[in-house]
């Protein structure tokens, strides 16, 4: 098998000529962590008159720029420029026969957002990768292209972040945060099978054991969604935040008087180990058991 290089390979990173062994990437680059990446395989050949020759070059740059664009991804270079690049490569590196990888990664671009005001949310046009098409309760690198597609959608019409709809149209999660909507005094959440399965959410399903909160597991459409009295965003990085609005519709309750409230102070109080007082507001469940 051969390698893609040895200690004298030069290569081409950003315009100017590296020896392999000393180019560098940024390590907080989406690109590392979330698959956030386009790239193309190409072959070079020594042809029958003894030169160079880029098979369909012009094609692969075609579609490395097209794959750029799909992927809301910078990309200046034109066909011509990577093309010549190329064959200065091979002739740096001595080399007729080659397979070329171009890779077009993310700078540093990795960001941390503290929320502190409730959320207008987006539904978005992509739906969570099919579970029979990906491991989806690995939290892989890789699927998060679907995430960071969505975020960039749901953000470029002006809404906080998106939520995703499973492949059957059930609502699933957002593209970093597990869903609990509230309707009439108890909690619902999509069960697991098409979610990532959030150590958030679970935590709050411990929480609402604890304070006698009604909670449900299941599939929830939009429309159910839409119905709800409040709904909220729940993950590490998220914690538990809530949601102004879904698309055009605001959510009717009052955020501090809801149950969804008392799992946010509860889930503050959780991680910092603070005894959990039990809230005033009664939930469904503890009514029902009253
Ligand atoms: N869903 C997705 C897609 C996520 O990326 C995350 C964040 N890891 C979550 C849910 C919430 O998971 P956790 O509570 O374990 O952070």
Redesign the pocket.
């Known amino acids: 098998m051969a390698s893609y290089y040895n200690e004298h390979t030069v290569l081409w990173l950003n315009g100017e000529f590296v020896k392999a062994s000393e180019a560098k990437m940024d390590l907080y680059s989406q690109s590392l962590h979330y698959g956030y990446s386009v790239f193309e395989g190409i072959r070079s050949y020594k042809n029958i008159h003894g030169e160079t020759k880029i098979f369909k070059a012009q094609e692969h740059y075609q579609r490395l720029a097209e794959s750029a664009r799909l992927m809301n991804m910078p990309y200046k270079w034109t066909a011509d420029e990577l093309i010549a690049a190329n064959y200065e490569v091979l002739k740096r590196n001595n080399i007729q026969d080659a397979y070329i990888r171009p890779l077009v990664y993310a700078p540093a671009n990795m960001s941390f957002a503290r929320n502190t005001e409730l959320l207008r949310i987006k539904t978005s046009s992509y739906q969570r990768p099919n579970p029979k098409g990906f491991n989806i309760q690995a939290?892989a690198g890789g699927?998060?292209v679907n995430?960071i597609l969505a975020s960039q959608e749901a953000r470029s019409t002006g809404y906080d972040e998106a939520l995703l709809t499973d492949m059957n149209g059930f609502i699933a999660?957002?593209?970093?945060?597990?869903i609990f909507f509230e309707k009439s005094g108890t909690l619902f959440t999509p069960a697991l099978g098409n979610?990532?399965?959030?150590?958030?959410?679970a935590?709050v399903l411990e929480l609402c054991k604890e304070l006698d909160i009604a909670v449900e597991e299941g599939q929830y459409t939009p429309a159910q969604l839409k119905n709800a009295d409040t709904a909220f965003f729940?993950?590490?990085?998220?914690e538990v935040i809530g949601w102004e609005s879904i698309d055009e519709t605001k959510f009717p309750k009052d955020w501090n008087e809801s149950i969804s409230k008392q799992i946010q102070t509860a889930y503050k109080e959780r991680v910092t180990e603070k005894e959990i007082k039990k809230p005033k507001v009664k939930s469904k469940n503890s009514l029902a058991s009253a």
């Open positions: 939290k699927h998060y995430s999660e957002g593209p970093g945060a597990n979610i990532l399965p959030g150590i958030t959410r935590t729940c993950g590490t990085a998220a």
